[in-house]
């Protein structure tokens, strides 16, 4: 066994963290800022998303992962858009909604499945107490469940707080973590 430590995984949901539902203008892109090479494809919301969040993203240091129904469609579409490169997406299994205590969400389990032991970093809008409880249980190494308004996508505060859970969970993360 080496004394490496290993990158932490993001998982990364898109509806929510990086498309916002509410009625943030501030985040809509202007016509001019998307350009003709990225069309919205039937789906008036990519307009939603911002272009300095895929860089920070990467500076964070951690092996990213889609964790979204948008599966493969995320790479597509998505994430030209915000500067990342083609990325693993999680396969969701066909499993029951009723798997698991009552009220944990239907990805917690394939998440810490994938996460194998790794520590990660779950951002999502839809994560609640239960799925928290039950990652604390099953999963052997550390976590965060990063729970995301929805309305506002992720932000400046939402950045800072991820930064300083790896800085103080992954210390030896060699990575730029100042996003």
């Not at 307009?47 to 240091?61: F, K, Y």
């Not at 499993?95 to 810490?112: A, F, Q």
């Not at 990063?146 to 103080?168: C, I, M, N, Q």
Request: glycine letters at 8%; aromatic letters at 8%; one cysteine or more.
């Amino acid at each position: 066994m080496t004394h490496s430590v290993e990158r932490p995984i993001l998982f990364l949901d898109v509806d929510g963290p990086l498309i916002p539902f509410g009625p943030s203008l501030s985040r809509l892109q202007t016509p001019a800022s998307v350009s003709k090479a990225f069309p919205d494809q039937g789906n008036p919301l990519l307009g939603r998303l911002d272009h300095a969040v895929g860089p920070r993203l990467m500076a964070l240091g951690c092996d990213l992962v889609w964790a979204s129904t948008w599966m493969d469609e995320a790479n597509e579409s998505v994430a030209p858009r915000i500067g990342l490169p083609r990325l693993p997406v999680v396969e969701w299994p066909e499993t029951s909604t009723n798997d698991g205590p009552r009220g944990l969400h239907w990805k917690t389990r394939p998440l810490v499945e994938w996460a194998d032991h790794r520590p990660f970093i779950w951002v999502d809008d839809e994560i609640s107490g239960m799925d928290r409880l039950w990652v604390a249980a099953q999963h052997q190494g550390p976590s965060l469940l990063y729970r995301v308004d929805p309305t506002k996508g992720l932000t400046e505060g939402d950045f800072s707080v991820l930064a300083d859970w790896l800085r103080t969970t992954v210390p030896n993360l060699d990575s730029g973590t100042d996003a």
